[in-house]
């Protein structure tokens, strides 16, 4: 009879133990995350401002060249719809 009580009053401590760890990691990692948040902020403005530096870039350069692509292949584009137009036109 005592040798099931003590296994009972076992299990309750080590239960009340573990929800006592769940607690204090709860705590932890909530500690964790208002300390960090600051840095976390930090690192995504440090991201938004790298990925707007790299689309500007990206305009820089590829603007002249899409500039270009566009005055020489212009003719074509005009020259192929009215190609397609009169096509049209006779059959």
Known sequence: MFAIAGLFLLLTV???VFVAFV?????CK???KVALLPLAL??????????????LVLLVVAGPVLLVAGVVLLPFALLGGLA?????AVT
């Open 14 to 16: 080590l239960g009340a």
């Open 23 to 27: 607690v204090l990691a709860v705590l």
């Open 30 to 32: 909530l500690v964790f």
């Open 42 to 55: 930090a690192f995504g403005l440090l991201k938004l401002v790298f990925v707007a530096m790299g689309v």
């Open 84 to 88: 397609w137009a009169a096509i049209s």
